[in-house]
């Protein structure tokens, strides 16, 4: 947003937004946010207020040097993904003359249960896990969406987890609220 290089935020956006549409229309009429970086520079808060009497979407202000804005910005965008509805950006119909594979999608984990821990792992999860700050109610509220939506929940149910149990994920364990 500083437009230290001699760039035009505005300009900036519209070139993306066009390049969006030129590959899918589905693409461009997405839910869009749009992270205003480099807060912390001469000018930048001139040209986000141009900005944003420019356009009409959700801006989160930043300074990724300085860690400013970032908690919020991340546990936005981990909202936005848990409720993203998940459909094709292009028309299936446009590539007759290709072949297209669709694989089955492998679970991102794996649970098994030791003595009475039910132990959940697998490279993804132990990623989310790592990412969360869990001293933050609403990125410990955003860990249980994803893991929801991975269908942990449901697995742990269909294996037998009780309300109580005892889950653990790397060396942390908590409580599995049914």
Same mark, same amino acid.
């Given at each position: 947003?500083?437009?230290?290089?001699?760039?035009?935020?505005?300009?900036?956006?519209?070139?993306?937004?066009?390049?969006?549409?030129? @590959? /899918?229309?589905?693409?461009?009429?997405?839910?869009?946010?749009?992270?205003?970086?480099?807060?912390?520079?001469? #000018?930048?808060?001139? #040209?986000?207020? #141009?900005?944003?009497?420019?356009?009409?979407?959700?801006? @989160?202000?930043?300074?990724?040097? #300085?860690?400013?804005?970032?908690?919020?910005?991340?546990?936005?965008?981990?909202? %936005?993904?848990?409720? %993203?509805?998940?459909?094709?950006?292009?028309?299936?119909? /446009?590539?007759?003359?290709?072949?297209?594979?669709?694989?089955?999608?492998?679970?991102?984990?794996?649970?098994?249960?030791?003595?009475?821990?039910?132990?959940?792992?697998?490279?993804?999860?132990?990623?989310? @896990?790592?990412?969360?700050? @869990?001293?933050?109610?609403?990125?410990?509220?955003?860990?249980?969406?994803?893991?929801?939506?991975?269908?942990?929940?449901?697995?742990?149910?269909?294996?037998?987890?009780?309300?109580?149990? %005892?889950?653990?994920?790397?060396?942390?364990?908590?409580?599995?609220?049914?």
């Amino acid at each position: 947003m500083s437009g230290i290089e001699g760039r035009d935020p505005y300009e900036d956006y519209l070139i993306i937004n066009n390049e969006l549409e030129s @590959f /899918s229309k589905k693409l461009k009429d997405k839910k869009q946010i749009v992270i205003a970086n480099k807060m912390d520079m001469p #000018n930048s808060k001139e #040209n986000l207020d #141009n900005f944003k009497s420019k356009v009409d979407v959700r801006i @989160f202000e930043i300074s990724a040097i #300085n860690g400013v804005g970032l908690d919020k910005l991340l546990i936005e965008i981990a909202n %936005i993904l848990d409720n %993203i509805k998940l459909e094709p950006i292009y028309d299936e119909d /446009s590539f007759e003359s290709h072949v297209l594979y669709k694989f089955e999608k492998e679970k991102p984990y794996s649970i098994r249960k030791e003595k009475d821990i039910w132990i959940i792992y697998g490279k993804e999860v132990e990623k989310i @896990f790592k990412m969360t700050k @869990f001293s933050s109610d609403e990125a410990v509220e955003a860990f249980s969406k994803k893991l929801r939506r991975m269908g942990i929940d449901d697995e742990l149910r269909k294996k037998g987890a009780l309300s109580g149990d %005892i889950i653990n994920i790397l060396d942390y364990e908590f409580e599995f609220k049914d």
